[in-house]
């Protein structure tokens, strides 16, 4: 997901309200959001003639990713019903709120900008109000509400003070955020319950986080890196096997499994799952499992045969915890002989007997080592193998109309979502009208490579009968 990340650090208020941590809790934030290959504005100690500046900045960019995330740290209040983030110009208190709005950053200002780009993911993170400032009262935060997409993060509940303090160079509460963030892949809701049980506890019950989300979508923060599939642990003729070859006889047998003719693909199937692992090397397992999938779904029947048994046929090449023959039908499932991603056309015939295996723990390096790969592929309009169950949340409305035969009551699809992503328009090129909520739990498996029962459908109306177009 192409992420905007704002980041502002204010310490030099004027004096008697100056704060220790509020530019390293930003640099340290920008450098964590830069390692995740985020788009970083950084500002420090920003003045009233920033403001505009940034809110433009902000405003236009946003158009060009997919979320955003906004980090304040510094002071903060709210006058007569109104959130401010104070630039280093501010008077604090503020004499009144007009005067508050010529030296800050208002929420509403970021709202505004949220509701002009509707589609994005926004993240909004204050660790603000942190000297002492109750948040209920003059110097605080009043009650807000979230525009649909986003959510906003305070480092304190609402009448309670935040700490500048806590770590040696952050607050308490941007220095457990840091921590959290170092988690190999975090969802944010997660993130954010993390870091409210490390504050909690790191200030005796004096200060507890607090969220407000409308998130519709998943957001997950982690280092993201382009994937290379040559950084796999594989040669790169297996992984782009188009360029395979090797002088022996194992290849010429894998030769006669891309043939598409079964007299020549059987018996060298036969042959091939009978030679022992130990004469085996990982690269030719790995090219194995691609072709054995490959044949399988092609039809020929020593190929589907291992894959009946699929369970049993794996454990005879089982090396401790690896298992290269599955991990080569999994990559082959996703990735073509280019090494290229299939993006929703994946080779999911075998789906439900690959995905089974996840039962079997002595597959799990196999399953790790797909997720891992997705991960990195960054698409999020499929199903991570390491995952138990997917919603889809489905908006329809119901109508009667005439087919020919009477009058039905039929369920119209307006919209398919799933991470965020509506996907009505790809399901529908499955013409799919007339099933019912099975059936299109079924074409849904097929386009998201996922097993059927990791499939909750949320919808309004009961689905019997649907249609995409009346």
Known sequence: MKTLAIIIGNNNYFKGNELTNGENDANQIAGIFKDYNYEVKLYLNIDQKNIVEILQEYSDLLKDFDASIFYFAGHGFEVDGENFLASIDSQIPPENKYVAKQNCITLNDLFDIYRQNPTKLNIVILDACRRSFGRGTALGFSPIIAPKGSLIAFSTSPNEGALDVGYENNSIYTGSLIKHLSSERIAVEDLFKSVRKTVFALSGGRQTTWEHTSLIGDFYFYKHQKLNILSLPYNPN?????????????????????????????????????????????????????????????????????????????????????????????????????????????????????????????????????????????????????????????????????????????????????????????????????????????????????????????????????????
């Open 238 to 470: 297996v992984l782009k096997d188009e360029n395979y070859y090797e002088d022996s006889e194992f290849y010429k047998k894998i030769k006669e499994l891309k043939t598409y003719n079964w007299y020549k693909q059987n018996p060298a199937i036969d042959y091939l799952i009978t030679i022992p692992v130990s004469q085996l090397d990982k690269d030719q397992m790995f090219i194995l499992g691609r072709n054995l999938l490959q044949c399988a779904i092609g039809g020929a029947n020593s190929a589907m045969t291992f894959f009946e048994n699929l369970n049993r046929s794996l454990l005879d090449f089982q090396i401790n915890s690896e298992n290269h023959i599955l991990n080569g039908i999994l990559f082959e499932m996703y990735y073509d002989s280019k090494g290229e991603f299939r993006f929703n056309n994946f080779k999911g015939n075998y789906r439900e007997e690959i995905f089974k295996l996840r039962d079997n723990p002595a597959f799990n390096q196999s399953f790790d080592f797909i997720n891992g790969i997705l991960i990195q592929q960054d698409y999020s309009v499929l199903f991570l193998p390491n995952s138990q169950t997917i919603n889809i949340e489905i908006k329809c409305s119901q109508k009667t109309t005439n087919d020919g035969f009477g009058d039905r009551i039929v369920q119209v699809i307006e919209s398919i979502i799933f991470n965020g992503n509506d996907i009505k328009k790809e399901i529908s090129k499955y013409y799919i009208d007339g099933y019912n909520e099975n059936g299109l739990k079924t074409v849904l498996a097929k386009y998201l490579n996922a097993p059927v029962e990791s499939i909750r459908i949320n919808s309004n109306f009961e689905l019997r009968y649907i249609r995409f177009i009346i």
